[in-house]
Structures are given as structure tokens and as C-alpha cells.
Nanobody, 115 residues
């Protein structure tokens, strides 16, 4: 099983980034896909999730209206489009796959929002 994130980097406040997470080794379409983030010294926070089947989405309040999660089951990839980025969005972002108590994690990608 592999989850490989990409797309992180340094961006100015107000800017945008698109994170991608390429999955392999499991039945991607059957899993809820999540994006978490973690700041050093703090707990990992669930930012957004997209359910299998319905494709419905859910976001933490702090990113609603700015971030959009989507998935392409044909490409086994989940995305996180981040817009109007703020310095407080700075964190390591992790891709996560979840189904019936089974969790898979990616290695994380750093997002830094700074002028």
C-alpha cells in the first residue's frame, strides 16, 4: 500500500496550492479519503474528507469556502485545492485512506504560507 503526496511548497498569503495524493495497493474507490494537517507540537487535525460511493465532502470550519477536496477514482488520486491561503494554514499535510477501521497514511508534504 502506498499513498504519495505532492504539490506542497512555499506560497504567499492569499495564494493557492493544489495537493495530490496518488494511491496504490488497495481498492481506492472503496475508501473514504482524508486530508489531515499537523503543526509541530500539535495534534494532527482532520481538514477535509470525501466519502466513497456518494462522494460527499466535509471540512473543518477553518477551511470552509477556501479548500476543496475531490477524487478521481479512475486515477486513484485525491486532491486538495487550497485557495486564499493564510499563514495559519502552514503545516505538514497528510493523505489518509480509511475503511472499516483500516487506516493508511502518506508521508506528508510541507505547506508553508509566508511572505
Amino acid at each position: 500500500v502506498q499513498l504519495v503526496e505532492s504539490g506542497g511548497g512555499l506560497v504567499q498569503p492569499g495564494g493557492s496550492l493544489r495537493l495530490s495524493c496518488a494511491a496504490s495497493g488497495f481498492t481506492f474507490s472503496s475508501y473514504t479519503m482524508n486530508w489531515y494537517r499537523q503543526v509541530s507540537g500539535k495534534e494532527r487535525e482532520l481538514v477535509a474528507r470525501i466519502f466513497s460511493g456518494s462522494g460527499s465532502t466535509d471540512y473543518v470550519d477553518s477551511v470552509k469556502g477556501r479548500f476543496t477536496i475531490s477524487r478521481d477514482n479512475a486515477k486513484n488520486t485525491v486532491y486538495l485545492q487550497m485557495s486564499s491561503l493564510k499563514p495559519e494554514d502552514t503545516a505538514v499535510y497528510y493523505c489518509n485512506a480509511r475503511r472499516a477501521g483500516i487506516y493508511y497514511w502518506g508521508q506528508g508534504t510541507q505547506v508553508t504560507v509566508s511572505s
